[in-house]
């Protein structure tokens, strides 16, 4: 395992290192299957950064330092760099196979300023841009405001934070599986009656999707008749599409009353879902969903309001294939070893 230490004080400390991995493979001084080991030390990192080698990577904030005291940090977006993997702060490529983050912060630091439409807000803070690899973010903070995860494949979020306002959840996924993490829905900067949501899954075909197991989703207030939904469709799934299905399952999670009682949304009907009503394993689906209560005690969520595209799984269900990540991680469970 080759092992590397940064620190902030360094230009550009990561890249450096990043590159220093690029060149040692080339010239064969590292075998391309040799773990890398990378070390960051508190502080704030101004960098863009873009990992695509096959060697697999451990990168995680030294021992002892909490995540909101180790931070990567840059602005980008699609007015600035067209396409998903273009416009992250950090984006992990093609090549890769085993990644692992741990203990550090991940943010875009761009800030809305007009319509989506006039200058492309899409700002993701980290892309995992892989079909056939498996990452592992654990004690992670992503921070950004639309967009702010992209996930593709297989990937494994546990006791993470997220926030951000539009679909800042996202992606064209076979299993992306979330562990007792905390989903929050900041207020769009630009204020106004507009409308959040946490999700727009592109799952592939049949595939289970995004799920989330025993995670908390909480919110800002909103100003006006401002709703906020856990997913929206993107309008483009269908039976033999390769992917854009809305596939999205809440696993015994806590959801905060800012939410709208439908959780769904097909937004007036102009927007279609695929499958029209979820099931066990596919489209939008949920289970022992809990909510506050005036006291502060969390209680089982009344679901009768919910969007008739959503799905109750029952308890056979559950235990069927939810009862623990393993099981949900199915077939992908055994990478999963850092």
């Avoid at 405001?145 to 979020?157: I, L, N, P």
Wanted: proline share 3%; with cysteine; net charge negative.
């Amino acid at each position: 395992m080759l092992e590397i230490s940064v620190n902030p004080k360094s230009p550009m400390a990561i890249g450096s290192a990043f590159k220093k991995i690029s060149e040692m493979v080339k010239t064969g001084s590292l075998s391309a299957e040799s773990t890398v080991h990378i070390t960051l030390s508190a502080g704030q990192y101004q960098e863009i950064l873009s990992y695509n080698l096959s060697n697999p990577l451990i990168m995680e904030a030294a021992a002892g330092t909490k995540p909101e005291d180790c931070i990567i940090s840059a602005e980008n977006c699609e007015a600035f760099h067209k396409d998903t993997e273009n416009r992250s702060v950090f984006v992990i490529g093609m090549a890769a196979t085993q990644v692992t983050l741990r203990g550090f912060t991940i943010e875009n630091t761009h800030i809305k300023t007009s319509d989506d439409a006039a200058l492309g807000n899409q700002a993701e803070a980290f892309c995992w841009h892989n079909q056939k690899g498996y990452l592992l973010a654990e004690n992670m903070r992503f921070i950004s405001r639309q967009d702010t995860v992209h996930v593709k494949g297989v990937s494994y979020f546990r006791d993470c934070y997220i926030t951000g306002d539009v679909d800042f959840i996202w992606g064209y996924c076979d299993i992306s599986l979330w562990e007792r993490c905390h989903i929050h829905t900041r207020a769009d900067n630009r204020e106004g009656d507009r409308p959040a949501y946490v999700l727009q899954s592109r799952a592939l075909n049949g595939k289970p999707g995004f799920v989330f197991t025993d995670c908390t989703f909480t919110a800002d207030k909103r100003s006006g008749n401002s709703p906020i939904y856990i997913g929206r469709s993107s309008g483009t799934g269908k039976a033999d599409s390769i992917d854009r299905w809305d596939s999205i399952a809440l696993i015994n999670c806590s959801i905060s009353p800012e939410y709208d009682a439908a959780l769904w949304t097909d937004e007036n009907g102009t927007q279609a879902v695929y499958p029209p009503v979820g099931t066990a394993l596919t489209g939008w689906r949920e289970y022992g969903t809990k909510t506050p209560s005036e006291n502060g005690h969390l209680v089982a969520a009344d679901t009768t309001r919910r969007s008739s595209h959503g799905y109750v799984l029952s308890n056979k269900e559950y235990f069927a294939h939810y009862a623990s990540s393993s099981l949900i991680l199915g077939a992908y469970s055994s990478k999963y070893k850092n």
